[in-house]
């Protein structure tokens, strides 16, 4: 079975760091492109960070650049979203995914992580 695993989630306050891992079993994740996604209450699943296979080509949406950093091992099926200087608006269910059908920013992954709970308080 197939899956991708979410951890380090939790609650931290406005300017704090917080760094979420994605491991993936069943399956190697080594050669394909993974994201970060997240899910406000109320809103829209969004893309937050990519990164390609190889690890050398990562992608961001605007409101996150320059704050968060995603990162892999290579050649292991492991990813890292390193967030920095953290707003209240980042609070949301954060969600990786692995191996996209239709480019790293879609949202047509064939694989999702169950997801985890980033809150952020004022």
């Known amino acids: 079975q197939v899956e991708l695993a979410e951890s380090g989630g939790g609650l931290v306050q406005a300017g704090g760091s917080l760094r979420l891992s994605c491991e993936g079993s069943?399956?190697?994740?080594?050669?394909?492109?993974m994201g970060w996604f997240r899910q406000a209450p109320g809103k829209e699943r969004e893309f937050v960070a990519g990164?390609?296979?190889?690890?050398?080509?990562?992608y961001y949406s605007d409101s996150v650049k320059g704050r968060f950093i995603i990162s892999r091992k290579y050649a292991e099926s492991t990813m890292y979203l390193q967030m920095n200087s953290l707003k209240p608006e980042d609070t949301a269910v954060y969600y990786c995914a692995g191996d996209p059908r239709n480019g790293i920013r879609g949202s047509n992954y064939n694989y999702w992580g169950q997801g985890t709970q980033v809150t952020v308080s004022s």
């Open positions: 069943g399956r190697t994740f080594s050669y394909v492109g």
């Open positions: 990164i390609s296979w190889s690890g050398q080509n990562t």
